[in-house]
C-alpha cells in the first residue's frame, strides 16, 4: 500500500512542476506582450508597428495553446477529440477573418467609387471656441456692421 502512496506523491509531484512550468511560460510571454505593446505606442514606423502587432498575435496564439492544452487538459486527450476542438475553432477564425476582410474592402469602394461619401473616421473636427468667445465674436460683428452704415450718412 506504501507502494501506491508513493506513485501517488510522485504524480502529484510531477503535475504541480507542470503546472508551474506553464503558469512561468504564460507569465513570460504576458510580461513580453506588454513590454511590446508599451513599446510600440512611442513607435513612428507602420512597418515597425505591424511587425510588433504580429509578434503580439503569436504569442497570444502560443498561450492559448498553453491554456487549452494543460488547464482544458486537452493536451492528453486523444487526437480525434483534440481535432473536433480545433477544426471548428479554425473555421471560425477563418470566418471572422472573412468578414473583416469583406467589411474593409467594402469601406475602401465606399470612400472610392462614392464622390460625397467620407468616412467620419477621416473627417477632422475643429476645435471649437468657447461660448463665451463665440458670442464675443457675434456682438463685435454687430457692432461693425452697425458702424458701417452710420459712416455712409
Known amino acids: 500500500?506504501?507502494?501506491?502512496?508513493?506513485?501517488?506523491?510522485?504524480?502529484?509531484?510531477?503535475?504541480?512542476a507542470e503546472i508551474k512550468k506553464v503558469t512561468i511560460i504564460l507569465s513570460v510571454f504576458t510580461i513580453i506582450e506588454l513590454i511590446l505593446g508599451f513599446w510600440m505606442i512611442s513607435m513612428t514606423s507602420e512597418g515597425l508597428k505591424l511587425a510588433v502587432k504580429g509578434t503580439i498575435v503569436?504569442?497570444?496564439?502560443?498561450?492559448?495553446?498553453?491554456?487549452v492544452a494543460y488547464f482544458m487538459h486537452l493536451k492528453h486527450e486523444?487526437?480525434?477529440?483534440?481535432?473536433?476542438?480545433?477544426?471548428?475553432?479554425?473555421?471560425?477564425?477563418?470566418?471572422?477573418?472573412?468578414?473583416?476582410?469583406?467589411g474593409n474592402s467594402f469601406r475602401n469602394l465606399r470612400?472610392?467609387?462614392?464622390?460625397?461619401?467620407?468616412?467620419?473616421?477621416?473627417?477632422?473636427?475643429?476645435?471649437?471656441?468657447?461660448?463665451?468667445?463665440?458670442?464675443?465674436?457675434?456682438a463685435s460683428e454687430s457692432k461693425h456692421e452697425a458702424a458701417a452704415p452710420a459712416e455712409k450718412h
Not at 503569436?58 to 491554456?67: G, V
Not at 481535432?83 to 475553432?89: G, H, K, R, S
Open 111 to 138: 470612400n472610392d467609387y462614392d464622390p460625397y461619401f467620407k468616412e467620419q473616421a477621416t473627417i477632422k473636427v475643429e476645435k471649437k471656441e468657447g461660448e463665451h468667445g463665440a458670442a464675443k465674436h457675434e
Open 58 to 67: 503569436i504569442l497570444m496564439m502560443a498561450k492559448a495553446f498553453y491554456i
Open 1 to 16: 500500500m506504501s507502494h501506491t502512496h508513493t506513485d501517488q506523491e510522485a504524480h502529484n509531484k510531477e503535475a504541480m
Open 78 to 102: 486523444v487526437k480525434n477529440l483534440i481535432m473536433t476542438i480545433v477544426v471548428p475553432l479554425l473555421l471560425f477564425v477563418w470566418f471572422i477573418a472573412a468578414f473583416l476582410w469583406d
